[in-house]
């Protein structure tokens, strides 16, 4: 018993990567402590990537924190090695290259003492205890330890072949019956599920017809409230124009007759002024003529010009071409744009067609490309966007954006501004320590915290983990590995109604890496969920 809690106490001062006694011990923020070269180490390996972590808890640090030797704990494990505690006791032995390891334990294996023939699992003696303790294991075969547990075990019925016995027994008739009632569950399975299948078809028919009806009611409103807005629209400039030209008429008019006023006032002083020379022609005194004249013939000079040019004027004339120019201009919008609009109308699908032969070429793939734009609503507030919402950085501070229920909280994570339906293709390019490619519900989760709202992590999301040399699709927390070359440009392409979503290697030729077959419940929203600080990502099309 002593020696039992001995044991424990030394492994409280163990670090968790070497797993031995800590050599020169440090405590990082977070409280673990660890050897200075282990952390160090483990620290160099996370330089790059701007971000460090704990080991045990993978709580981040930035900047990197400097380390400094915790003495009390130095000589406290100084204390542990000179009374010999960290001698472990032989059935504590680490596995070597020749054992068989224990299949349960973590970090550096310890040497398997047993392998269970039932749970087809090797197990160290701390490991192997539940089996002589709890009732339902003390049933279990135990062998010595063996690495070829698979090939002790029929692989038709799954039970430990009677070689280890001398001899097979005969499949009793109540081991058919029971592989026979195997099957016959799985059938029926397979007919639940069919039927389960064709009833959520049925739904999701009835679901497209709602969908369509609302969708047409909402563009006649829709419409109507644009047409609406274009008459007013219209009308209003109809008034400026007409505001603008009674107010220059009034100001040309009010100078016309200014000058008018002038020139007549002039023409009566004129007058008066002929009449008083002309009584004085007819004085007879020519000493008076001579002391009158002076005063009377000075002329005073004639405020505006000896005539008034006569030229062809225009007036408001140039108001009417401009106005008509701009009639014609929007005639011309109206009559090719309604082509368009008719042309949408008409195209409209309420059938569900077979899926379409998927393109083959990145000149097919641009056919379909969608012009993107990131939803600054739905950015999470240490995301930049910028060149238009169409590129998002990771930034040290938070972004001024406004609360929104949108907002992811937790991730650095954004959608997309324009829904997705139909068939679409769209490329993201990314710089980094990696991304996640992704499409999702606009309904999905975002809660404080929670890998509920992690694009892949849930069953309304679908997305691509991309690292500069590996690359793992993420569905409702499934994880698959996906092969393909490097690329820092990912194609994706989504044929909404048949249920189509491919993510492609863009590089020289399109690569396909991995293609979902599904049913799309919801209109989808593009999304990226970017991982390091200080790296760009953009959502383009070229």
């Known amino acids: 018993m002593a020696q039992k809690g001995v044991q424990l106490d030394s492994e409280k001062f163990s670090c968790s990567i070497c797993l031995d006694l800590l050599k020169d011990p440090v405590a990082i923020p977070c409280g673990h402590s660890y050897c200075m070269d282990c ?7 996370e330089d ?18 400097v380390l400094e030797k915790n003495i009390l704990l130095a000589e406290l494990v100084e204390e542990l090695k000179k009374t010999g505690l960290q001698a472990a006791p032989a059935d504590h032995c680490y596995a070597g ?40 294991f003390k049933k279990h075969k135990l062998v010595e330890p063996s690495k070829n547990l698979q090939q002790l075990v029929c692989s038709r019925h799954d039970e430990v072949m009677k070689i280890l016995e ?27 599920q069919r039927i389960q299948d064709g009833e959520k078809d049925v739904k999701l028919l009835q679901q497209e017809v709602e969908a369509i009806n609302g969708s047409a009611d909402k563009a006649v409103e829709d419409s109507e409230k644009i047409f ?18 009674r107010s220059q008429q009034e100001t040309e008019v009010s100078r016309v007759k200014e000058l008018q006023e002038k020139l007549e006032q002039e023409i009566t002083e004129l007058k008066r002024k002929d009449g008083e020379l002309e009584q004085l022609s007819h004085t007879e005194d020519h000493n008076q003529f001579l002391h009158n004249y002076p005063s009377l013939s000075a002329l005073s000079e004639s405020t505006h010009s000896s005539s008034i040019n006569i030229r062809p004027l225009r007036y408001f004339e140039d108001v009417t071409a401009a106005v008509s120019e701009t009639r014609d201009k929007l005639q011309d ?24 032969p998927e393109p083959k070429s990145r000149d097919d793939f641009l056919k379909y490309s969608r012009q993107i734009t990131l939803d600054p609503n739905t950015a999470n507030t240490y995301l930049l966007l910028s060149e238009g919402n169409r590129k998002a950085t990771v930034m040290y501070d938070k972004q001024s954006y406004s609360s929104h229920p949108d907002r992811f909280s937790h991730w650095w994570e954004v959608l997309s ?126």
Not at 39 to 45: P, V
Not at 228 to 245: A, P
């Open 333 to 356: 919008i109206l009559t090719e744009k309604w082509t368009n609009i008719s042309l949408a109308v008409t195209e409209v699908d309420v059938l569900l067609p077979e899926p379409k």
């Open 39 to 45: 952390i160090k180490t483990h620290w160099d390996e």
């Open 417 to 542: 501004r324009e829904s997705l339906t139909g068939r679409c293709y769209w490329e993201v390019e990314w710089r980094g320590g990696g991304v996640y490619v992704a499409v999702a519900y606009k309904n999905i989760s975002r809660p404080e915290d929670s890998d509920e709202c992690k694009f892949g992590f849930n069953n309304k999301s679908w997305s691509l983990h991309c690292e500069t040399d590996s690359y793992t699709f993420w569905h409702n927390k499934v994880q698959t590995p996906v092969s393909g070359p490097p690329s820092s440009r990912i194609g994706v392409y989504l044929d909404h109604r048949a249920g189509i979503l491919s993510f492609y290697s863009v590089s020289e030729t399109m690569t396909l890496l991995h293609r979902v077959q599904t049913t799309f419940t919801q209109p989808l929203y593009a999304g990226v969920h970017l991982i390091s600080h200080g790296y760009s990502y953009f959502i383009k099309v070229k």
């Open 228 to 245: 609406t807005e274009l008459i007013r629209l219209i009308q209003k400039r109809s008034y400026d124009v007409k505001q603008q030209i």
């Open 48 to 65: 790059q990537k701007g971000i460090h972590t704990c080991p045990q808890c993978r709580k981040t640090f930035i900047p990197r924190p």
């Open 97 to 136: 290259p020749e054992d068989v390891a224990c299949d349960i334990c973590t970090g550096r294996k310890l040497k398997a003492i047993k392998s269970c023939l039932v749970c087809l699992v090797s197990y160290c003696e701390k490991h192997l205890q539940p089996h002589y303790d709890v009732a339902q």
């Open 166 to 192: 001398n001899e097979y027994e005969k499949i009793s008739a109540a081991a058919e019956r029971a592989e026979k009632q195997k099957e016959l569950e799985v059938s029926r399975q397979q007919i639940q």
